[in-house]
């Protein structure tokens, strides 16, 4: 089944008030949204039907019946163990894989037209506890949380005997204390998780536990990704119109051109005016602050991509890389670079994709999203800047269809490209107000095309999928907790900007205010802490 999802975004309100210098952070406003671009995808894997059903952990647990038998239900159930003594200062709240509080205490979802309530299934090992303690001046815990957890077996405390202090760490000057459950034995069924602090306990939490069997496991093992920017499908047209702003088309049919897709994007909005050594460098930077971006979203290390305890189990390089293996057999592949093939030019005012991909969820397979109708729409970038006359004055002094001078003309500009280069060592003047410009829009450009290949990427990783937690991720539902807006299947639109989200809901407050970033359920289920399950 193909979906498509697709971008509408009101322009800026232009401000002429701004000197030349200050006007170089612009872009901040006016590049936002190519960083949340639309996006198609294409769900491209079955959903097998599994034949373990788990026990509703929004059944709570009376203790003192044996394993073999139904749990009760009542409306709220603590544990004798779970009783708080008065607080000396603050309270306690217990969280599980960072998720927000209002996700966890007996949420509910509008799903299919009905309220249903969901809840969360862990695997036996891998995820994390929060305990957070709200408290005032310079109090701290003299004590390391404890933590007691009844299952459908039996009530098992792991405060000292398998949770020594060591193994929680503590920030904000004890606000905040998180441990990870590495060797622990509980069975799948459903779960009371409940902490406290010096006596003072926190709300238990309902949840379940599930095996992270082969076939809901994203990650059993590293997952491999190629990046290629040679993709050449098509040339770029150009043509100013009158009201200031530039018409970008591709000539039919379709045929290469020469030059790689990405290439004639960047050119088109003045980053290709050097030679051979400027498009080379110009490429390697781009290549570099992509992956940078990437590395932040999915948790890896900032300098070498590697692996570490918090990572998605992803890894990326890109085609020419040293590192890249002849045998390619298991890797997946994203383009960046090429043409929306569904957007129409002859239409007014017609939408455009920044992007598609196939859906696969549980990321059970390679997928190859480098075909016509998949990848990172780079011509779609050049398209939304150079059609709309408030961003074209960002550009004017650089696009060639303006008139300006592109970046790499200038023989002494190929200094900026060079790593940890700063406009700041230019003396004031035109050539450092240049200098911030490039710096200024390069900065957004690179954060947008990153920012939209962790999408597409996401998007054949399994993300979204539909349905209420411990099916789903929550995509599809029309309303919950968390949830700003209704969208579409495969999408999910949370607090903040989330890289998940489709178009629609880009808010330039959301960039202002927050960090591009999967939502704590998307990362929780990315590192293998969440699990969902097949119906």
């Known amino acids: ?55 509703d952990s929004s059944a709570t647990l009376d203790v003192t019946h044996d394993s073999a038998a139904e749990p009760d239900t009542p409306d709220t159930y603590t544990p004798d163990t779970f009783v708080p003594t ?11 894989n960072d998720l927000p509080t209002h996700w966890l205490a007996g949420p509910e979802a509008l799903w299919a037209g009905k309220w249903q309530p969901f809840f969360w299934a862990v695997p036996p090992d891998g995820w994390t506890i929060e305990v957070h303690v709200d408290h005032d001046g310079d109090w701290q815990p003299s004590e390391v949380p404890t933590v007691q957890w009844a299952t459908t077996a039996d009530m098992e405390s792991i405060a000292s005997s398998a949770h020594t202090p060591e193994d929680w760490t503590s920030t904000d000057t004890g606000h905040t204390w998180r441990t990870r459950i590495t060797s622990s034995k509980l069975t799948p069924g459903a779960l009371v998780l409940g902490a406290a602090v010096q006596g003072v306990a926190a709300v238990p939490v309902n949840l379940s536990v599930a095996a992270l069997a082969s076939n809901v496991d994203p990650f059993e093992t590293v997952d491999s990704w190629l990046l290629t920017t040679s993709r050449d499908l098509v040339g770029i047209s150009v043509k100013k ?5 530039v018409a970008v088309w591709t000539p039919e049919p379709w045929k290469p051109n020469g030059t790689s897709d990405l ?49 998605v189990r992803i ?20 383009a960046i670079g090429g043409e929306d093939p569904t957007y129409d030019f002859t239409v007014p005012d017609a939408k455009f994709l920044f992007g598609q991909a196939t859906v696969d969820p549980w990321n059970q397979k390679a997928n190859n999203n480098t075909g016509k109708t998949r990848g990172v729409f780079t011509t779609s970038f050049t398209r939304f800047v150079l059609g709309n006359p408030v961003l074209v004055a960002l550009v004017k002094d650089i696009a060639p269809v303006l008139g300006g001078t592109p970046y790499g003309a200038n023989a002494d500009e190929l200094a900026w490209l ?23 829009v390069w900065k957004f450009l690179v954060l947008a095309i990153g920012a939209v290949t962790a999408h597409e990427i996401g998007h054949s990783l399994g993300l979204v999928m539909k349905g209420l937690p411990p099916y789903g991720l929550l995509a599809g539902a029309t309303k919950g907790p968390g949830l700003v807006t209704a969208v579409d299947t495969y999408h999910i639109d949370t607090a903040g900007f989330n890289l998940m989200q489709p178009g629609k809901s880009f808010s330039a407050n959301d960039l202002l205010t927050s960090q591009a970033k999967f939502n704590p359920a998307n990362l929780a289920w990315l590192r293998r802490r969440l699990v969902v399950l097949k119906k």
Request: hydrophobic share 40%.
């Open 315 to 334: 890894q990326f390089a890109f085609e020419g890389d040293s590192d890249v293996p002849a045998d390619l057999s298991g890797w997946s592949k994203m």
């Open 241 to 245: 119109k009158d009201d200031g702003s």
């Open 263 to 311: 290439q004639d994007a960047l050119g088109a909005l003045g980053f290709m005016g050097g030679g051979k050594a400027w498009t080379q460098a110009l490429l390697a930077k781009l290549k570099r602050d992509v992956s940078a971006h990437l590395r932040a979203f999915y948790h890896l290390d900032p300098k070498t991509g590697a692996v570490g305890p918090d990572s």
């Open 418 to 440: 060079a790593e940890g280069w700063d406009p700041k060592s230019l003396p004031k003047g035109p050539k450092q107000d240049r200098a911030f410009v490039f710096s200024a």
């Open 86 to 96: 008065p607080p000396k200062a603050g309270s306690v709240r217990l969280t599980f």
């Open 1 to 55: 089944m193909n979906s498509c999802a697709r971008l509408s975004i009101q322009p800026p309100v232009a401000k002429s008030a701004y000197p030349r210098r200050r006007a170089t952070w612009l872009p901040l406003l006016c590049m936002l949204a190519l960083v949340c671009g639309a996006c198609g995808t294409a769900e491209d894997a079955s959903q097998d039907a599994d034949g373990s059903a788990l026990v």
